[in-house]
């Protein structure tokens, strides 16, 4: 079965999506991850999606969702590299990301996760 990697950076960990996203893959993650921030005890979660060039309403649910049970486990969310063709999709979709911060890359995104444990 195919996953996405979750590495562990400190107290924070880092889910690069390097794939295609369909929504059994999606399912996945969100299942590994919220299990791997109550093992490793995180604070924070940094999703990078600069090499996704689409996100369908599924795909964006799921980000705002997982985002949600890393609130509700005590973590804080950040998503990084949105392209612009994947905001502007999301905004014509009506989709908001509850509780979902966003930066433009990994560097911003650790800076803002740093401050919100700060």
Do not use: C, W, Y
């Amino acid at each position: 079965m195919e996953r996405i990697p979750i590495l562990r950076m400190g107290d924070l960990l880092l889910v690069t999506i390097q794939v295609d996203m369909h929504d059994r893959l999606a399912m996945t993650l969100q299942d590994d991850l919220t299990e791997r921030i109550v093992r490793d005890n995180a604070k924070g979660v940094l999703i990078d999606i600069s090499a996704l060039d689409l996100v369908d309403s599924f795909i964006g649910r799921m980000i705002s969702n997982t985002a949600a049970m890393a609130r509700v486990l005590d973590a804080r969310t950040v998503v990084v590299g949105m392209q612009p063709a994947v905001a502007i999709t999301l905004v014509e979709l009506g989709l908001t990301l509850h509780g979902v911060k966003t930066a433009l890359n990994v560097e911003k995104g650790m800076a803002l996760l740093g401050k919100s444990f700060g």
